[in-house]
């Protein structure tokens, strides 16, 4: 099963799901910390990816943002872009022509722990972008991008550049490289009982009776 493949069959499913899933094969608690919100056209929208890790720092000097711009050229594609900060900078890490940099380099989305502008762009842009709230204030002053490509921690879980990335508007989840084929198999299977299970409480059934038909609840 190729890259492609597997970022496919990921797509169905749910962070829910996939957060279930890597903590019943014994990988830890895997989900971000609450407080993303979806800013793009579809609230109930699903996206995937290979993690391409920024990482920012809180600083007050009004630094250049050469690094930044080079973070954005180094995107790959079908990636996601995990922008990890070592605090709240008060101020957005995203905007408008981040998304359109990132976009045409054919990434995925972007999980962003920080503020996000720009939105007259953003939005009509239709990218996949979840932040912890929006902010007109710019970068300079604020923080520095320090690095990119590299291990980070996102809102309390280790982020690797190979890690797979999902996102939808539950929350973020992060699958450790590696191990992505067994959490999809095992999210497959368990989704299979989760709908029979739905369409078997639709249909009047007993839930006791249905959990111990299924497993699911």
Not at 4 to 31: C, F, H, K, T
Not at 52 to 70: G, H, K, N, W
Not at 147 to 172: E, I, K, Q, Y
């Amino acid at each position: 099963m190729n890259r492609q493949d597997i970022l496919a069959r990921y797509e169905p499913l749910y962070a829910a799901l996939v957060s279930d899933a890597v903590e019943a094969l014994g990988l830890g608690a895997r989900a971000a910390a609450p407080g993303l919100a979806p800013f793009h056209t579809q609230p109930l929208r699903v996206a995937v990816g290979w993690a391409f890790p920024v990482e920012i720092r809180q600083t007050s000097d009004r630094v250049e943002i050469d690094r930044l711009l080079a973070a954005v050229a180094a995107v790959p594609a079908d990636s996601m872009v995990v922008v990890a900060a070592d605090r709240d900078v008060r101020g957005a890490l995203w905007g408008g022509l981040m998304t359109t940099g990132v976009q045409q380099r054919g990434a995925r989305g972007a999980v962003v722990d920080g503020g996000i502008r720009d939105l007259h762009q953003v939005i009509p842009a239709d990218f996949a972008v979840w932040a912890a709230y929006r902010s007109p204030l710019d970068i300079r002053g604020r923080a520095e991008v320090v690095g990119h490509g590299s291990p980070v921690t996102f809102r309390g879980v280790p982020v690797n550049p190979a890690d797979l990335v999902f996102a939808d508007a539950t929350g973020v989840v992060v699958v450790p490289a590696g191990h992505e084929g067994a959490v999809l198999e095992y999210c497959e299977t368990r989704r299979r009982d989760e709908v029979a299970t739905d369409e078997a409480l639709a249909a009047g059934d007993a839930p006791s009776a249905v959990y111990e038909r299924y497993g699911a609840f």
